[in-house]
């Protein structure tokens, strides 16, 4: 079981994703599967980043609500954005 490690930017993205009505029982559900190290069903669409972000992972909890983690050793998780595509990567 990993210890989850949440950056600020994360705690920021979460709030404003709350704001806008997200279903935070999906969140949650892909959280106790990340952090059991289980296999992520497809419809998340998990893969791995490239360029700035290289060495996090990404996935859709809903078609346009990402988040970005990284899995360090087998305890941490750190979990460093959530929002939109626009919201993550700036656009």
Not at 20 to 25: D, I, S
């Amino acid at each position: 079981m990993r210890e989850i490690v949440y950056s600020s930017r994360y705690k920021r993205d979460l709030k404003r994703m709350i704001r806008r009505g997200a279903n935070l029982a999906l969140h949650d559900e892909i959280l106790a599967l990340l952090v059991a190290d289980a296999p992520l069903p497809d419809r998340y669409r998990d893969h791995a980043l490239v360029g700035e972000w290289k060495g996090f992972r990404e996935l859709h909890i809903r078609p346009d609500w990402l988040l970005v983690y990284a899995k360090e050793g087998d305890m941490l998780l750190l979990l460093a954005a959530a929002g939109s595509h626009a919201d993550v990567f700036e656009l």
